[in-house]
Structure formats: structure tokens, C-alpha cells
């Protein structure tokens, strides 16, 4: 089973703070995605990463790939608080994909005003 | 479009008895996915139906089955309840692809007294 270490498992910084969250394995991904969910809700896909060393910016938010598949980060300029939420990162499950996903145990982000 | 709906929104049960959880695919989408979210952990990955077939299945023993009808939409069926079973039941629905987008519904939350 590929597994998906994510840290750190909470964050709590002020308005207008950077931060980077990392989704690292052993085991090398054909591709990773990025969610966030918040309470009550579903996890809303971000941004998907399936090129090794892929950057991509979505406004504040950016996500890079690592070179050999193995791991990704989420960085986050002059966080605001309604970038709080709970953050996942997640891969293909068995290294399939067709909408099986495996993911890892969040981020929690608290970004206080 | 109407997005992917779940029912019931919450539900209390307790040890021994069976649930059923159902889920409303978003439309156009023939792929539904069930995922267990424990409290602060990341969603694992129950099994999928496609064309009415379960398509793949994680680490969860039998007693947790499923349906998926001809509209698409699906249940989750879970008998022998036991405490561990509290959690947030997700669904997600997609085309069936290698890259198709997951949709998430909001989630049942489950507990097992």
C-alpha cells in the first residue's frame, strides 16, 4: 500500500504569514492532487501535479511535484483566514487511478485575523 | 448541474445494527466512490462502482458493501456496526477515467453508540 505522510498535522499562524505544508512517501506517484475540505463539507480538488518538478500557481497558493514522484508541498503567501481548512494531498490508490484515490492524513490551518 | 448529494446528513446508531448511507452522482457521471474519514485523519478509500460492478476495493472487510443502480447513484451498506465505524462516510462521483475529476458530496456523519 502507498502511504502519504503529511506534515505538519496542524498550523496556526496570524493573517499575512507564509507557510508550506508536505505530502511525502516512499513510494514513487504517477501523480498527486491537492484538496481542501472544510467542516461539513467534501474535500474540492485544488490542483493536480503529474509531471516530476511540476510548479503550479493557483492565486497565493502554489504546488510543486517533486523531481522523482515521490512528494509534493503546498505553499501558501500572506495566508488569510479564509484559507483555514483542512488540507489533503492524494494519490492514485494501488498506483491505479480511475477515481481511487489514497490519501494522507491532513493538514489542519488555522490562519487567525 | 446538480452536484453530488448524500443522505441522510446525519445518523446514530448503535453496535450490531445495519446502515444504509446513499449517495446521488453528479450528473453525467458514471463512476461513484466511497471513502471513510475518521475524525482529524484523511479519507480512505472504501471501494468504487462502475456500470453497476464494484470496481476496486480497499482494506475494509465484507460486512461494508455496496450498490450502485442504473441512474448512477449508489449505497453503502454497512452491517454488524461496530464503534470504529463512526466516522464521515464521502462520496465522490466521476466519468470514469484515468484523470477524471472526483466530486465530492458533503458526507454522512456516522455515529455508533
Known amino acids: 500500500t502507498q502511504l502519504l505522510e503529511q506534515s505538519p498535522q496542524f498550523l496556526s499562524i496570524q493573517e499575512g504569514e507564509n507557510l508550506t505544508v508536505y505530502c511525502n512517501s516512499s513510494?514513487?506517484?504517477?501523480?498527486l492532487q491537492w484538496y481542501r475540505q472544510e467542516p461539513g463539507e467534501g474535500p474540492v480538488l485544488l490542483v493536480t501535479?503529474?509531471?516530476?518538478?511540476e510548479v503550479k500557481k493557483l492565486k497565493r497558493l502554489t504546488f510543486q511535484f517533486g523531481d522523482a514522484r515521490k512528494d509534493s508541498s503546498l505553499h501558501i503567501t500572506a495566508a488569510q483566514p479564509g484559507d483555514t481548512g483542512l488540507y489533503l494531498c492524494?494519490?492514485?490508490?494501488?498506483?491505479?487511478?480511475?477515481?481511487?484515490?489514497?490519501f494522507g492524513q491532513g493538514t489542519i490551518l488555522t490562519v487567525h485575523p | 448541474e446538480t452536484g453530488v448529494t448524500q443522505s441522510p446528513t446525519h445518523l446514530i446508531k448503535t453496535r450490531g445494527q445495519q446502515v444504509t448511507l446513499r449517495c446521488s452522482s453528479q450528473?453525467?457521471?458514471?463512476?461513484v466512490s466511497w471513502y471513510q474519514q475518521a475524525l482529524g485523519q484523511g479519507p480512505q478509500f472504501i471501494f468504487q462502482?462502475?456500470?453497476?460492478?464494484?470496481?476496486g476495493r480497499g482494506n475494509f472487510p465484507p460486512r461494508f458493501s455496496g450498490l450502485q443502480f442504473p441512474n448512477y447513484s449508489s449505497e453503502l451498506n454497512v452491517n454488524a456496526l461496530e464503534l470504529d465505524d463512526s466516522a464521515l462516510y464521502l462520496c465522490?462521483?466521476?466519468?470514469?477515467?484515468?484523470?477524471?475529476?472526483?466530486?465530492f458530496g458533503p458526507g454522512t456523519r456516522l455515529t455508533v453508540l
Open positions: 465522490a462521483s466521476s466519468s470514469f477515467g484515468p484523470t477524471d475529476t472526483q466530486y
Open positions: 462502482y462502475y456500470r453497476e460492478e464494484e470496481n
Open positions: 450528473s453525467g457521471h458514471n463512476t
Open positions: 513510494s514513487v506517484f504517477s501523480s
Open positions: 492524494a494519490g492514485p490508490y494501488g498506483g491505479t487511478s480511475y477515481g481511487k484515490l489514497t
Open positions: 501535479v503529474v509531471t516530476g518538478g
